[in-house]
């Protein structure tokens, strides 16, 4: 939180132009998942994301489906972890 202050605060105060930013994001947020397929064996959680970011796109539209999407993926990578760590070859004695 202070963190998201502070960056705000400073943003204002220095007037900095942030155009082009919303592109920048949208290639970092596509190079992080395209690692994350690669990297890992189990290909669940992004098709848990997903499916879960399309449907609630489609119920409840694109300007309130980012927090919803959030909470109900993360209660279920939560509830499917263990599932999940197996199939990466995780292993906890």
Known sequence: IVGCF???YTGR?????TAGIDFSATAL???VV???????RTKL???LA???SLVLIVLIGKDYFIIP???ITSILLITLHRKIEK???IIYE
């Open 6 to 8: 502070i960056g705000a």
């Open 50 to 52: 997903s499916t879960v």
């Open 69 to 71: 999407s959030l909470i």
């Open 45 to 47: 959680p992004f098709f």
């Open 13 to 17: 105060a220095f007037g900095i132009d």
């Open 87 to 89: 199939q990466e070859g």
């Open 34 to 40: 395209v690692d994350q397929i690669r990297r890992y």
């Open 29 to 31: 947020f596509i190079v």
